[in-house]
C-alpha cells in the first residue's frame, strides 16, 4: 500500500511540475510573438522603445537608430529559445507554431541587417556629394540605396531621404546648366552674360572650379573694356586714312585679346593698306608709261578692294587708251560718279553708238561738259542725214536706205529718218525692184525677193506679191505647191484689207463680194491639190494636213476676223506665223508676245497644230498618225496634246479597245474635267465597250480605270459592283474571311452610297455572320442569348425563318432516333440530354414563332417534358 501511496505522490509532483513549465513556455511564447509584432514597428518607425531614439549627426541627416533597435530586438527574442530544446519543448514547440515564428523572426533579421548595411553606404555617398555638385553618380546611388531600403523595410523616413536626395540632384542639375550655360557664353566671347550665370551659380554652391571660372571671366571683362576703347581709337583713325597707325594698335591689343571681331576688322584694314599699296605702285607705273605694270598692279589692287572705284576708272582708262571700248565700259559699268559717265559715253560715241553715248551724257552735272558732248552728237546727226541726203539726190536708193539703217541703228528712233525710209526710199527701191523683177518672169527668184520683204515690211502689200509670185512658181513646179498654203491662206485671212479689191473703177458703184472672192479662191487651192492626188499620195495627204490647218485657223478668227495672232494689223495664219518666227529666230532682240491678241486656239499655231485640226475634222486616225512625238513645253502645247490625246482615247474606245485609251485619256484628264460634254462622250463610249467585257478580272481593271478617269455616276456605280463582286468571290474562295469581307464592302459602299448589288452583298454577309453568332450560342446551349440576339437584329425575320427551319429538322431528327430506340428496346432509358435539347428545341421555336410550332411536335414536347424531372431546360 505505501509504494503506492508513494507512486501517487511522484506521479503528482511530476503532473504540478509539467503544468509550471507549460505555463513558463505559455508567457515565453506569448512575449516572444508580442516582441516579434514590435519589430516590424520599431522598424517602420511607428514604435519606440525608448522616449528619445532620435538623434541628428553633425551633418544635420536623421539617423536610422530603429533599424539598430529592432535587430537587437530580435536578437533578444532568438536567445530566449535554445537552440537544443528538449523532447517536451520540442513537442510545445510544434504544438504553439514556435518554429514557424522562429523561422520568420530569422528571414525578418536578416532583412534589417541588409537594410542596415544599405543604409549606412547610402549616408556615407550622400555625405560625400553634399555641397559638391560634381558627384551626382555619388547622390544618384544614395538614392537608389534609400529606395532599396523601403523596399525592404517601409520606413517613411527612407522616403523622406529619397525625396531629398532628388532635391539636392535638381540643385545640383540648376548649378552645371548655369556653369554650361556660362562656359558656352564664355566661348562666343559673351563673358558679361557668362559672368551672370556664373553668380547665379555661385548662389547655389561655391567650389574651387567656379571661382577659377569667375576670376578668369572677370579678367577677361577687363580686356573686353580696353578692347572697345581701342576699337573706337580704331575707327576714328580709320576715318582719317590713318591705316597703319590704326592697324599697328589694333595689333596690340588682340595679341592680349584675340577677339575675332577685331581680327577680322584687322584683316580689312590689312587688305586697305595693301590694296592702297597697289594702287599707288599702278600709278607710278601709269605715269611712267608702262601701262602692262599699271594694269597688273590696278587689277591686283582691285582685287584686294572691289569697292575701289578711282582704281575701276583708272583701269578704264587705260582700255581706252588702247582703243578697248568694250573692256573700258566693263570696268564703269554700273558706277554713278561723273567720271564714269562720261568715259562710257566717250566709250560709246568712239564705237558710234551715239544714242547709248547720249542717254549717258545727258546725265552729266558739269554743264560745259554736258553741252560739249550734245554738241558733238548733234554734229554727228547732222553729218549722218546730210549723207543720207546725198545718195537721194543722187538716185542711189539702196545706199540711202543702208546709210538711214545705220542712223537708226547709231542713233536710235528718229521720226524724220524713219519716216523717209518707209515712205519715199523704201516705197522707190520696191518700185523699181519690182519693175525689173516682175518683168524678167523668174518666178524662183520672185517668190523669193517677194518672200523676203514681206519678212522684212510685213504688210498687206508685201503679202499680196508674196501670194501672186508664189502661185506662179507653183504653177510651173508643183513640188511648191506647200509653198504656196502659206501665203494663200493667210491672203484669204486678211482679203477684206488687200487693196486691189477695192476702189476698182470697172465695178462703179458696186463692191466686191468678198466672201464670194474668198470661197473661189479656197476652191483654186483645193483643186491645185486635188491634182497631186494620183500622182503622189503622200504629199497628197501632207499637202491636206496643212491645208486643213489653215482653214480651221481662219474659221476660228471669225469672218471677218476678229480675233488671233496678228503682226502690224495682219492676221497670220499657224503657217505664216511658224513662218516669221523662224526668220526673228535669228534676231533675239525681237519680242514674239507682241504678236499674241486673244488667240482662241492657240494650239493650232504649235507643234501639235496639224493633229489638231485633224481632230476638229474628225480624221483621228490621221492626228494619230501626224502627231509630234517630242514632250510638250508651253501652255498652248500642252492643250494641243491634251485634246489629240482626248480624241485619241474616244477613238480607241469607240473600236472597244480600251486598253489602247489608258494613256492618252490619262493624259487629257485635265482637259476632260473641264467640260462636261467630253465627260458625257466618254461616259457613253465606256458604257458601250462595258458591254464587251466578260472576263471578271477585265472588268475590274477597267471599272477602275473608268472611275480613276472620271468618277461620274455611272463609272462609281459600275465600279463599286465589281469591286463588291471581287470581294464575295474571294470570301467564296475562303482567301477572305467574312468580317473582313463585310469590312471591305462598307468602304466599297462608301464609294457609291446606292448600289443596289453592294447594298444586297453586305446584307446577305451581315446576315450570314448574325446567323452565325446565334447558332454559336446555340451550340453552346444559351438558348436565351440566341433568342435575344435575334430579335435584336436587323435580319431579324430572316434569321427566325431560318432558325424555326434549323430546330424543326433537328427536333424531328432527335425524336425519330428517340423513338425508333424505344422500339428496338423499350427497356432502355433515353438519355436525359436528348430529352432536354428536344424539350429547349420546341420552347425556342415557340419564343421564336409561336404560330409555327405545328400540333404533332407540341404533342413530341409535351411527351418529352412529362419524363424529365426538374427546370433541364431553360
Given at each position: 500500500?505505501?509504494?503506492?501511496?508513494?507512486?501517487?505522490?511522484?506521479?503528482?509532483?511530476?503532473?504540478?511540475?509539467?503544468?509550471?513549465?507549460?505555463?513558463?513556455?505559455?508567457?515565453?511564447?506569448?512575449?516572444?510573438?508580442s516582441d516579434a509584432h514590435k519589430i516590424e514597428l520599431v522598424a517602420k518607425n511607428q514604435y519606440s522603445l525608448e522616449q528619445k531614439y532620435k538623434t541628428e549627426t553633425q551633418n544635420?541627416?536623421?539617423?536610422?537608430?530603429?533599424?539598430?533597435?529592432?535587430?537587437?530586438?530580435?536578437?533578444?527574442?532568438?536567445?530566449?529559445?535554445?537552440?537544443?530544446?528538449?523532447?517536451?519543448?520540442?513537442?510545445?514547440?510544434?504544438?504553439?507554431?514556435?518554429?514557424?515564428?522562429?523561422?520568420?523572426?530569422?528571414?525578418?533579421?536578416?532583412?534589417?541587417?541588409?537594410?542596415?548595411?544599405?543604409?549606412?553606404?547610402?549616408?556615407?555617398?550622400?555625405?560625400?556629394?553634399?555641397?559638391?555638385?560634381?558627384?551626382?553618380?555619388?547622390?544618384?546611388?544614395?538614392?537608389?540605396?534609400?529606395?532599396?531600403?523601403?523596399?525592404?523595410?517601409?520606413?517613411?523616413?527612407?522616403?523622406?531621404?529619397?525625396?531629398?536626395?532628388?532635391?539636392?540632384?535638381?540643385?545640383?542639375?540648376?548649378?552645371?546648366?548655369?556653369?554650361?550655360?556660362?562656359?558656352?557664353?564664355?566661348?562666343?566671347?559673351?563673358?558679361?552674360?557668362?559672368?551672370?550665370?556664373?553668380?547665379?551659380?555661385?548662389?547655389?554652391?561655391?567650389?574651387?572650379?567656379?571661382?577659377?571660372?569667375?576670376?578668369?571671366?572677370?579678367?577677361?571683362?577687363?580686356?573686353?573694356?580696353?578692347?572697345?576703347?581701342?576699337?573706337?581709337?580704331?575707327?576714328?583713325?580709320?576715318?582719317?586714312?590713318?591705316?597703319?597707325?590704326?592697324?599697328?594698335?589694333?595689333?596690340?591689343?588682340?595679341?592680349?585679346?584675340?577677339?575675332?571681331?577685331?581680327?577680322?576688322?584687322?584683316?580689312?584694314?590689312?587688305?586697305?593698306?595693301?590694296?592702297?599699296?597697289?594702287?599707288?605702285?599702278?600709278?607710278?607705273?601709269?605715269?611712267?608709261?608702262?601701262?602692262?605694270?599699271?594694269?597688273?598692279?590696278?587689277?591686283?589692287?582691285?582685287?584686294?578692294?572691289?569697292?575701289?572705284?578711282?582704281?575701276?576708272?583708272?583701269?578704264?582708262?587705260?582700255?581706252?587708251?588702247?582703243?578697248?571700248?568694250?573692256?573700258?565700259?566693263?570696268?564703269?559699268?554700273?558706277?554713278?560718279?561723273?567720271?564714269?559717265?562720261?568715259?562710257?559715253?566717250?566709250?560709246?560715241?568712239?564705237?558710234?553708238?551715239?544714242?547709248?553715248?547720249?542717254?549717258?551724257?545727258?546725265?552729266?552735272?558739269?554743264?560745259?561738259?554736258?553741252?560739249?558732248?550734245?554738241?558733238?552728237?548733234?554734229?554727228?546727226?547732222?553729218?549722218?542725214?546730210?549723207?543720207?541726203?546725198?545718195?537721194?539726190?543722187?538716185?542711189?536708193?539702196?545706199?540711202?536706205?543702208?546709210?538711214?539703217?545705220?542712223?537708226?541703228?547709231?542713233?536710235?528712233?528718229?521720226?524724220?529718218?524713219?519716216?523717209?525710209?518707209?515712205?519715199?526710199?523704201?516705197?522707190?527701191?520696191?518700185?523699181?525692184?519690182?519693175?525689173?523683177?516682175?518683168?524678167?518672169?523668174?518666178?524662183?527668184?520672185?517668190?523669193?525677193?517677194?518672200?523676203?520683204?514681206?519678212?522684212?515690211?510685213?504688210?498687206?502689200?508685201?503679202?499680196?506679191?508674196?501670194?501672186?509670185?508664189?502661185?506662179?512658181?507653183?504653177?510651173?513646179?508643183?513640188?511648191?505647191?506647200?509653198?504656196?498654203?502659206?501665203?494663200?491662206?493667210?491672203?484669204?485671212?486678211?482679203?477684206?484689207?488687200?487693196?486691189?479689191?477695192?476702189?476698182?473703177?470697172?465695178?462703179?458703184?458696186?463692191?466686191?463680194?468678198?466672201?464670194?472672192?474668198?470661197?473661189?479662191?479656197?476652191?483654186?487651192?483645193?483643186?491645185?491639190?486635188?491634182?497631186?492626188?494620183?500622182?503622189?499620195?503622200?504629199?497628197?495627204?501632207?499637202?491636206?494636213?496643212?491645208?486643213?490647218?489653215?482653214?480651221?485657223?481662219?474659221?476660228?478668227?471669225?469672218?471677218?476676223?476678229?480675233?488671233?495672232?496678228?503682226?502690224?494689223?495682219?492676221?497670220?495664219?499657224?503657217?505664216?506665223?511658224?513662218?516669221?518666227?523662224?526668220?526673228?529666230?535669228?534676231?533675239?532682240?525681237?519680242?514674239?508676245?507682241?504678236?499674241?491678241?486673244?488667240?482662241?486656239?492657240?494650239?493650232?499655231?504649235?507643234?501639235?497644230?496639224?493633229?489638231?485640226?485633224?481632230?476638229?475634222?474628225?480624221?483621228?486616225?490621221?492626228?494619230?498618225?501626224?502627231?509630234?512625238?517630242?514632250?510638250?513645253?508651253?501652255?498652248?502645247?500642252?492643250?494641243?496634246?491634251?485634246?489629240?490625246?482626248?480624241?485619241?482615247?474616244?477613238?480607241?474606245?469607240?473600236?472597244?479597245?480600251?486598253?489602247?485609251?489608258?494613256?492618252?485619256?490619262?493624259?487629257?484628264?485635265?482637259?476632260?474635267?473641264?467640260?462636261?460634254?467630253?465627260?458625257?462622250?466618254?461616259?457613253?463610249?465606256?458604257?458601250?465597250?462595258?458591254?464587251?467585257?466578260?472576263?471578271?478580272?477585265?472588268?475590274?481593271?477597267?471599272?477602275?480605270?473608268?472611275?480613276?478617269?472620271?468618277?461620274?455616276?455611272?463609272?462609281?456605280?459600275?465600279?463599286?459592283?465589281?469591286?463588291?463582286?471581287?470581294?464575295?468571290?474571294?470570301?467564296?474562295?475562303?482567301?477572305?474571311?467574312?468580317?473582313?469581307?463585310?469590312?471591305?464592302?462598307?468602304?466599297?459602299?462608301?464609294?457609291?452610297?446606292?448600289?443596289?448589288?453592294?447594298?444586297?452583298?453586305?446584307?446577305?454577309?451581315?446576315?450570314?455572320?448574325?446567323?452565325?453568332?446565334?447558332?454559336?450560342?446555340?451550340?453552346?446551349?444559351?438558348?436565351?442569348?440566341?433568342?435575344?440576339?435575334?430579335?435584336?437584329?436587323?435580319?431579324?425575320?430572316?434569321?427566325?425563318?431560318?432558325?424555326?427551319?434549323?430546330?424543326?429538322?433537328?427536333?424531328?431528327?432527335?425524336?425519330?432516333?428517340?423513338?425508333?430506340?424505344?422500339?428496338?428496346?423499350?427497356?432502355?432509358?433515353?438519355?436525359?440530354?436528348?430529352?432536354?435539347?428536344?424539350?429547349?428545341?420546341?420552347?425556342?421555336?415557340?419564343?421564336?414563332?409561336?404560330?409555327?410550332?405545328?400540333?404533332?411536335?407540341?404533342?413530341?414536347?409535351?411527351?418529352?417534358?412529362?419524363?424529365?424531372?426538374?427546370?433541364?431546360?431553360?
Amino acid at each position: 500500500m505505501k509504494p503506492i501511496i508513494n507512486l501517487f505522490k511522484s506521479l503528482s509532483q511530476f503532473l504540478l511540475k509539467g503544468v509550471n513549465l507549460s505555463r513558463i513556455f505559455l508567457d515565453k511564447v506569448s512575449e516572444s510573438k508580442s516582441d516579434a509584432h514590435k519589430i516590424e514597428l520599431v522598424a517602420k518607425n511607428q514604435y519606440s522603445l525608448e522616449q528619445k531614439y532620435k538623434t541628428e549627426t553633425q551633418n544635420g541627416y536623421w539617423e536610422f537608430q530603429e533599424l539598430d533597435e529592432a535587430i537587437a530586438l530580435s536578437d533578444k527574442i532568438l536567445n530566449r529559445w535554445s537552440l537544443r530544446p528538449n523532447l517536451f519543448e520540442v513537442i510545445l514547440r510544434q504544438l504553439f507554431e514556435v518554429n514557424s515564428l522562429l523561422k520568420k523572426l530569422k528571414k525578418q533579421k536578416i532583412r534589417l541587417v541588409g537594410a542596415a548595411e544599405k543604409v549606412a553606404q547610402a549616408q556615407n555617398l550622400e555625405a560625400a556629394s553634399w555641397n559638391n555638385p560634381e558627384q551626382d553618380e555619388a547622390l544618384f546611388n544614395a538614392k537608389d540605396l534609400y529606395h532599396n531600403c523601403y523596399i525592404l523595410v517601409e520606413n517613411p523616413k527612407f522616403l523622406q531621404a529619397v525625396n531629398r536626395c532628388k532635391q539636392q540632384l535638381d540643385i545640383h542639375g540648376q548649378f552645371n546648366s548655369f556653369v554650361k550655360q556660362a562656359k558656352d557664353l564664355i566661348s562666343n566671347w559673351k563673358f558679361q552674360e557668362g559672368l551672370q550665370n556664373l553668380r547665379s551659380a555661385e548662389e547655389l554652391f561655391v567650389t574651387l572650379s567656379l571661382q577659377e571660372e569667375i576670376a578668369f571671366c572677370l579678367g577677361q571683362i577687363e580686356l573686353q573694356e580696353e578692347f572697345e576703347t581701342i576699337q573706337t581709337e580704331v575707327y576714328n583713325l580709320a576715318q582719317m586714312k590713318e591705316f597703319q597707325e590704326a592697324f599697328n594698335k589694333l595689333e596690340s591689343i588682340l595679341i592680349k585679346f584675340p577677339y575675332p571681331d577685331g581680327k577680322e576688322l584687322q584683316g580689312k584694314i590689312y587688305q586697305i593698306i595693301e590694296g592702297k599699296k597697289r594702287f599707288q605702285d599702278a600709278l607710278i607705273a601709269e605715269k611712267q608709261g608702262d601701262l602692262d605694270q599699271a594694269m597688273d598692279q590696278y587689277k591686283k589692287a582691285l582685287k584686294i578692294l572691289p569697292q575701289l572705284t578711282e582704281c575701276k576708272i583708272r583701269l578704264a582708262i587705260i582700255e581706252i587708251k588702247s582703243h578697248k571700248w568694250e573692256e573700258a565700259l566693263s570696268y564703269v559699268e554700273g558706277l554713278t560718279v561723273e567720271r564714269a559717265t562720261y568715259i562710257r559715253g566717250f566709250a560709246y560715241a568712239q564705237q558710234e553708238k551715239w544714242e547709248q553715248a547720249e542717254q549717258e551724257w545727258s546725265s552729266l552735272s558739269d554743264a560745259d561738259t554736258k553741252s560739249l558732248c550734245i554738241t558733238l552728237i548733234k554734229r554727228q546727226k547732222l553729218f549722218k542725214i546730210q549723207e543720207i541726203e546725198c545718195f537721194v539726190n543722187a538716185g542711189q536708193f539702196e545706199q540711202a536706205k543702208l546709210a538711214s539703217k545705220s542712223f537708226l541703228d547709231i542713233f536710235g528712233l528718229d521720226d524724220l529718218v524713219k519716216r523717209n525710209l518707209d515712205k519715199h526710199i523704201q516705197p522707190m527701191l520696191s518700185q523699181m525692184f519690182e519693175k525689173s523683177l516682175w518683168e524678167s518672169e523668174n518666178w524662183q527668184e520672185i517668190t523669193k525677193k517677194a518672200e523676203e520683204t514681206w519678212l522684212e515690211y510685213p504688210d498687206i502689200r508685201s503679202l499680196h506679191n508674196w501670194t501672186v509670185a508664189s502661185y506662179y512658181l507653183a504653177q510651173i513646179d508643183p513640188n511648191k505647191l506647200l509653198d504656196l498654203i502659206t501665203p494663200w491662206s493667210a491672203a484669204l485671212a486678211n482679203i477684206d484689207q488687200d487693196p486691189s479689191l477695192q476702189n476698182l473703177f470697172w465695178m462703179g458703184n458696186n463692191t466686191v463680194d468678198l466672201k464670194e472672192v474668198f470661197s473661189d479662191l479656197k476652191q483654186t487651192l483645193d483643186q491645185l491639190i486635188d491634182q497631186v492626188k494620183d500622182k503622189n499620195i503622200e504629199q497628197y495627204f501632207q499637202l491636206r494636213d496643212h491645208f486643213r490647218l489653215e482653214f480651221t485657223a481662219i474659221e476660228s478668227m471669225g469672218n471677218p476676223p476678229i480675233s488671233g495672232v496678228k503682226l502690224n494689223y495682219l492676221f497670220l495664219t499657224p503657217g505664216c506665223y511658224k513662218h516669221f518666227i523662224t526668220s526673228l529666230l535669228n534676231d533675239p532682240s525681237s519680242s514674239i508676245e507682241e504678236l499674241y491678241d486673244g488667240l482662241p486656239q492657240e494650239s493650232l499655231y504649235t507643234a501639235w497644230g496639224l493633229a489638231v485640226a485633224a481632230c476638229l475634222e474628225g480624221d483621228v486616225e490621221r492626228a494619230i498618225k501626224i502627231k509630234p512625238q517630242g514632250n510638250p513645253r508651253t501652255d498652248a502645247e500642252k492643250y494641243g496634246y491634251q485634246f489629240v490625246c482626248y480624241h485619241q482615247g474616244c477613238y480607241f474606245l469607240g473600236k472597244n479597245l480600251w486598253r489602247e485609251s489608258v494613256f492618252p485619256l490619262q493624259q487629257a484628264k485635265p482637259l476632260i474635267t473641264l467640260s462636261s460634254q467630253n465627260s458625257d462622250r466618254i461616259d457613253q463610249l465606256c458604257e458601250k465597250q462595258r458591254k464587251e467585257i466578260e472576263d471578271l478580272s477585265e472588268h475590274l481593271e477597267f471599272s477602275e480605270f473608268w472611275y480613276d478617269l472620271l468618277q461620274t455616276n455611272s463609272s462609281k456605280l459600275y465600279f463599286s459592283e465589281y469591286k463588291a463582286k471581287e470581294v464575295v468571290k474571294k470570301i467564296a474562295d475562303k482567301t477572305m474571311t467574312e468580317n473582313k469581307g463585310l469590312q471591305e464592302l462598307r468602304k466599297i459602299s462608301s464609294i457609291c452610297p446606292d448600289n443596289p448589288v453592294v447594298d444586297d452583298y453586305i446584307n446577305r454577309i451581315s446576315f450570314s455572320l448574325e446567323l452565325e453568332k446565334v447558332l454559336e450560342q446555340m451550340q453552346e446551349a444559351n438558348f436565351r442569348e440566341a433568342l435575344n440576339m435575334t430579335k435584336k437584329s436587323p435580319h431579324q425575320e430572316k434569321i427566325k425563318i431560318t432558325l424555326l427551319e434549323i430546330c424543326l429538322e433537328l427536333f424531328n431528327k432527335i425524336s425519330k432516333e428517340v423513338k425508333h430506340q424505344e422500339i428496338l428496346n423499350p427497356w432502355t432509358e433515353v438519355p436525359p440530354s436528348k430529352l432536354v435539347l428536344m424539350c429547349n428545341l420546341v420552347l425556342f421555336m415557340y419564343d421564336l414563332d409561336s404560330t409555327r410550332v405545328d400540333y404533332q411536335t407540341y404533342r413530341d414536347y409535351q411527351a418529352m417534358r412529362s419524363r424529365l424531372t426538374g427546370s433541364h431546360y431553360y
